[in-house]
């Protein structure tokens, strides 16, 4: 990779986490986070409490690129064709006219996905796997560009269904906002004062930008030690005693890329330990399942990531 790429592909992050910036406040590690994973093509789950700012951020991202981008409120009266679309019978032509739904855009912003069915939620499966979809047995292609913001309440279980954990493991990493510095809180109702600042927000860069941004991610270097170190992170959560269920290849997988994104960010053209240290968390827990035990004995996924990033060795 040329060095002016680097420079380039680095400008562009900054770029974008600026424009989101004036939007969000305080949340300068989650942001980054999020646009890494829109640039290696992973899918996002935001999961706080209400009011956290999950839905403006992703609002805030999808105006900062000049791109298609379309929201969809899960409710429990969702039906799949309501996300992929419907054949629709045109009497005067005798002929059944596809109506392409919500998913057929760049960044789809799923809205409280936990509160619609496991049958409309896993209508979102194929199209995060594999970039298509299947309607009416016909097998229809995505965008090039694909991204899935997903969010959900963790506190409210009335009145909703629990992902599977088929479709946590489709979703390259799960973050968290959590509540912002009293300074940060004050600027946010200051800056909503007169208007949402959200409405001035204008696109900083395009399509194509972060279609070449994607194409450089693939080429950051990454040693052999540090893929090494990236599967027995992976690997420890299938022993460590108290997990039901380990982490899958796809979390290795999202790990190894999310770190040379965050690579580029900072402007370098190769991964360092730091960079895998720091989305592991984020790319691993929601995959795990803890037994009953456990659960019951206070443990978490989180708690359990961090603890095999303490015991394993770091490459140097």
Request: proline share 5%; aromatic share 6%.
């Given at each position: 990779m040329e060095r002016s790429d680097t420079h380039w592909a680095h400008a562009v992050f900054k770029q974008l986490a600026k424009n989101i910036e004036t939007v969000i406040k305080g949340q300068g590690p989650t942001i980054r986070a999020i646009l890494a994973g829109?640039?290696?093509?992973?899918?996002?789950?935001?999961?706080?409490?209400?009011?956290?700012?999950?839905?403006?951020?992703?609002?805030?991202?999808?105006?900062?690129?000049?791109?298609?981008?379309?929201r969809v409120q899960f409710t429990p009266d969702l039906l799949p064709s309501d996300i992929l679309g419907v054949s629709i019978f045109d009497?005067?032509?005798?002929?059944?006219?596809?109506?392409?739904?919500?998913?057929?855009?760049?960044?789809?912003?799923?809205?409280?996905?936990?509160?619609?069915?496991?049958?409309?939620?896993?209508?979102?499966?194929?199209?995060?796997?594999?970039?298509?979809?299947?309607?009416?047995?016909?097998?229809?292609?995505?965008?090039?560009?694909?991204?899935?913001?997903?969010?959900?309440?963790?506190?409210?279980?009335?009145?909703?269904?629990?992902?599977?954990?088929?479709?946590?493991?489709?979703?390259?990493?799960?973050?968290?906002?959590?509540?912002?510095?009293?300074?940060?809180?004050?600027?946010?109702?200051?800056?909503?004062?007169?208007?949402?600042?959200?409405?001035?927000?204008?696109?900083?860069?395009?399509?194509?930008?972060?279609?070449?941004?994607?194409?450089?991610?693939?080429?950051?270097?990454?040693?052999?030690?540090?893929?090494?170190?990236?599967?027995?992170?992976?690997?420890?959560?299938?022993?460590t005693p108290g997990v039901a269920m380990g982490a899958s290849p796809r979390a290795s997988i999202a790990m190894m890329k999310t770190a040379c994104a965050l690579a580029l960010f900072d402007d370098q053209d190769f991964v360092s330990p730091d960079h895998i240290q720091e989305i592991a968390v984020h790319t691993i827990a929601h995959r795990l399942v803890l037994d009953p035990q456990s659960k019951f004995s206070g443990i978490t996924c989180r708690q359990v990531v961090q603890d095999i990033l303490t015991t394993l060795t770091v490459p140097v």
């Open positions: 829109f640039a290696t093509g992973g899918h996002i789950l935001l999961e706080d409490n209400p009011g956290t700012g999950k839905t403006t951020l992703a609002k805030a991202l999808a105006k900062s690129v000049d791109i298609d981008f379309k009497p005067s032509k005798r002929i059944f006219n596809l109506h392409h739904g919500p998913v057929f855009t760049n960044i789809l912003l799923a809205d409280e996905i936990n509160r619609a069915s496991p049958r409309t939620q896993s209508a979102l499966l194929e199209a995060m796997a594999e970039d298509q979809v299947s309607i009416d047995g016909n097998r229809l292609d995505l965008d090039d560009l694909f991204f899935v913001i997903a969010t959900q309440n963790p506190i409210e279980s009335r009145g909703t269904y629990p992902l599977p954990e088929a479709q946590m493991d489709r979703f390259s990493m799960q973050l968290e906002l959590g509540y912002v510095s009293l300074e940060d809180e004050l600027a946010v109702i200051t800056g909503q004062k007169e208007n949402h600042p959200l409405y001035t927000i204008r696109p900083c860069t395009t399509l194509q930008d972060i279609l070449r941004l994607r194409d450089l991610v693939n080429q950051v270097y990454i040693s052999e030690e540090l893929k090494t170190y990236i599967i027995r992170l992976v690997s420890s959560t299938r022993e």
